[in-house]
């Protein structure tokens, strides 16, 4: 049976370099918990709209499909990514589990757990605090 997982720890926004004349595009990824072990085929389902959000936020489900057999009872992680074009108006994405939801927008990310992106993965200018700027006066 398919549903929603418990709870969501993480989501991560990226907007794609498309083509000139393409939709904008964009790859979510988020992390979750789940209340067992054994959930497979993680998804993230779009709600879809009469109107458009005036927030500029696409709503996303973070579904998975439940254990049939035998499992152990403890709290797993889970993941799952997608990559998608959206309309012109999105300006991040909502993800919802059954406790929880988590925003990310492009460029920073909101929530739980969530870190500010423009900068991850990227070295700092002065990654050892001696090689710094004050250090060479």
Same mark, same amino acid.
């Given at each position: 049976m398919d549903t929603r997982v418990h709870s969501i720890e993480d989501v991560r926004i990226e907007a794609l370099n498309v083509t000139d004349g393409s939709p904008p595009a964009v790859t $979510?990824?988020?992390?979750?918990? $789940?209340?067992?072990?054994?959930w497979t085929h993680p998804r993230l389902g779009p709600w879809i709209y009469i109107d458009?959000?005036?927030?500029g936020i696409l709503d996303l489900d973070f579904i998975a499909t439940a254990p049939a057999g035998i499992v152990l009872? $403890?709290?797993?992680?889970?993941? $799952?990514?997608?990559t998608f074009a959206v309309p012109e108006w999105v300006r991040g994405v909502r993800v919802?589990?059954?406790?929880n939801a988590v925003e990310g927008m492009l460029g920073k990310a909101k929530g739980k757990g969530s870190k500010d992106q423009a900068d991850q993965g990227?070295?700092?200018?002065?990654p050892f605090p001696?090689?710094?700027p004050e250090a060479l006066r």
């Open positions: $979510v990824s988020a992390l979750g918990k $789940v209340n067992s072990t054994g458009t959000p005036k927030d009872f $403890v709290i797993s992680p889970i993941s $799952v990514g997608l919802h589990s059954s406790t990227k070295p700092g200018p002065w001696w090689q710094g």
